[in-house]
C-alpha cells in the first residue's frame, strides 16, 4: 500500500483486516522513494497506491511504478472526481482498477482487489497463449527471426537466423546483437553464413511486447542476389551516363554557339528551333546527372565527405539560385532562416543537392508560392520546402521517395519530363548522413518535405539514436 495520509491509511488498514477469504502480508509507503525500495526488496501481488505522493505526483506515480515494476497489477485509489477522470485513462496504460477512498469499504475493497487479480491473472495467462504461439511460428519459419530487447541482448533466435548470421544459438542468446548504428526500422548489414560465405542481410524491426516489456521482432532477409542484382544495374546506368556526358557537351556547345549566333545570324524561327534544342538538351543533361547521381549513392558504392559546415551560406546560396527562377515563373519565393545556423557534419555539395532536388519539385507543382524554412534546437537543423500545389493524397506519399516512381498529381508548368529519381536522390542523401527525411501533405494546407540533420553525425558515423524532428511551423 502507497498511501502519505496517515488517516487514509488507517482507514485502508483497517479495511484489510476484515477480509474473510484472502491472506493478506501488507507493506505500507509513504512515499514513491519507500515503494521503490520495497519494491526492489519484495515480490508483491498487488499495488494500491494513491495518486498524490510527496515525491510524485498523478499519472507520474503510475509511469514511476511500471517503470519499476511491470508484472505487479496496480489499483488506483483516488481521492476526487478529477482523480477518477485520470484514473479511467490510466486503466489503458496498465492499472487494473481504481477505488475512490470515500466509498471504500471493506466488502467493496476486497471484491476490487480479488477482481483485480483475477483480470490480471487471465490477462497473463492469455499473453503467455499468445507468446507460446508467437514462438512456434518463429522456431517453425523458414525465414530468419529473432527477439532482441531494449539493449540489444538476443531473446529468441530460430534455426534460419542462425544459419543465416552463421552462429549458433549459443553464440546468439544472451548476447547484445551488433545493430547497425542509427537502426531504422528496415536495416542492412553485411555477415558471413554458416556456409563461410559472405552475405548480406536485411534486417526489419517491428515492435512487440514479449514477457510483458517491449521488444523488437527482427525478421532476417538475405538480399545478397539482390545486391549483386542492383550492382550490376547501378553500374550499367553509371556506365552508360558517363559515356553519353561527352557527346552531349559537344551537342550543348554547339546549340550554345548557335544560339549567339556565332555561326551566322538567325531567322526568328530558326531561334526558336535552337532554344527548343537547348532546353531539350539541358533537361537530358539533367537526367544523365541525375542517373550518375542515383548509381554513386547507392549503399557501398560512395560515402559523403562529412566535415563541420555551416548551413547558413547553402541556404543563401539556394536562395540566390531559385528566388529568380521563381520570379520567372510568376511565383513568389520567401525564406526564413536563423542568421547564425548551427554547425553540423554534413557534405556541403551532397546537402545542396537535396535542397536543389525538393526545390526543383516545389517550382514544379507550385500554384503561386514557394517557401524554404529552417529551424533547429541543441540536437540538430530541420529544413522545410513548402508549396501551395495541389495536395498528395495519403495513399501515395509512400510512394514519393522511391526510384523511378512518378505519382499522379498535375503539374504546375507544362511540358515537365523526368524519371522520378530526384527526391529518391534526396533521401539516399539524408539516410547517408544519419537524418530523416518525409512529407506533410493534407487538403487545404501545403504541401511541405521535410529534412532533419542531427549536429553529432562525425566521420561518417550514424547517430545511435534515430533522430527526431521538430515540430513544424
Request: glycine letters at 6%; proline letters at 6%; charged letters at 25%.
Amino acid at each position: 500500500m502507497i498511501e502519505d495520509q496517515p488517516p487514509d491509511r488507517e482507514l485502508i488498514r483497517r479495511s484489510l483486516t476484515k477480509f474473510t477469504d484472502l491472506a493478506l502480508d501488507v507493506k505500507e509507503a509513504g512515499s514513491m522513494a519507500e515503494a521503490a525500495e520495497s519494491l526492489a526488496k519484495y515480490h508483491f501481488d498487488l499495488i494500491l497506491s494513491d495518486l498524490h505522493l510527496p515525491d510524485s505526483d498523478g499519472a507520474e506515480t503510475i509511469s514511476s511504478l511500471l517503470k519499476l515494476n511491470l508484472k505487479t497489477p496496480i489499483v488506483v485509489l483516488t481521492g476526487t472526481h478529477q482523480d477518477e477522470q485520470m484514473a479511467l485513462g490510466l486503466l489503458r496504460r496498465g492499472v487494473q482498477d481504481y477505488l475512490s477512498k470515500d466509498r471504500i469499504t471493506p466488502e467493496l475493497l476486497e471484491r476490487t482487489i480479488r477482481y483485480a487479480l483475477e483480470r490480471y491473472g487471465r490477462e497473463q495467462r492469455e499473453l503467455a497463449a499468445s507468446e507460446e504461439r508467437l514462438q512456434r511460428v518463429i522456431q517453425e519459419s523458414s525465414q530468419g527471426m529473432m527477439i532482441v530487447d531494449a539493449e540489444g541482448v538476443v531473446r529468441l533466435v530460430n534455426e534460419a537466423a542462425e544459419r543465416l548470421l552463421g552462429k549458433n544459438k549459443k553464440q546468439l542468446l544472451g548476447q547484445v546483437f551488433e545493430l547497425p548504428q542509427g537502426t531504422r526500422p528496415i536495416s542492412e548489414i553485411e555477415e558471413v553464413n554458416s556456409r563461410r560465405e559472405a552475405v548480406w542481410v536485411e534486417l526489419r524491426f517491428v515492435p512487440i511486447q514479449w514477457e510483458g516489456v517491449p521488444m523488437n521482432l527482427v525478421c532476417c532477409l538475405d538480399i545478397t542476389e539482390r545486391r549483386r542484382q542492383d550492382r550490376i544495374k547501378n553500374d550499367f546506368v553509371g556506365a552508360i551516363s558517363h559515356e553519353l556526358r561527352s557527346p552531349l557537351a559537344a551537342l550543348n556547345l554547339a546549340i550554345h554557339q548557335l544560339s549567339t549566333e556565332a555561326a551566322g545570324p538567325l531567322t526568328q524561327k530558326q531561334g526558336e528551333m535552337v532554344q527548343k534544342a537547348q532546353n531539350s538538351i539541358e533537361r537530358l543533361g539533367n537526367l544523365v546527372n541525375n542517373l550518375l547521381d542515383f548509381s554513386r549513392l547507392q549503399p557501398g558504392v560512395s560515402k559523403p565527405k562529412l566535415n563541420r559546415s555551416d548551413m547558413g551560406p547553402i541556404l543563401q546560396e539556394v536562395v540566390k539560385n531559385f528566388a529568380p527562377r521563381s520570379a520567372a515563373r510568376g511565383l513568389a519565393f520567401t525564406s526564413d532562416f536563423p542568421s547564425e545556423t548551427l554547425p553540423v557534419f554534413i557534405d556541403p555539395h551532397l546537402i545542396a543537392k537535396v535542397l536543389s532536388h525538393l526545390l526543383e519539385n516545389a517550382l514544379r507543382h507550385a500554384s503561386s508560392l514557394v517557401e524554404l524554412r529552417a529551424i533547429q534546437d541543441k540536437g540538430g537543423i530541420q529544413v522545410t520546402v513548402a508549396n501551395d500545389g495541389p495536395p498528395i493524397p495519403s495513399w501515395e506519399q509512400s510512394r514519393l521517395f522511391t526510384s523511378f516512381e512518378q505519382i499522379d498529381r498535375p503539374a504546375g508548368g507544362p511540358g515537365y519530363q523526368g524519371v522520378g529519381l530526384g527526391l529518391a536522390i534526396a533521401r539516399s542523401i539524408i539516410d547517408q548522413h544519419g537524418g530523416k527525411i518525409w512529407v506533410e501533405s493534407v487538403p487545404g494546407q501545403k504541401v511541405r518535405f521535410h529534412f532533419y540533420l542531427p549536429k553529432d553525425t562525425e566521420s561518417g558515423e550514424l547517430p545511435a539514436n534515430h533522430v527526431q524532428p521538430l515540430p513544424s511551423h
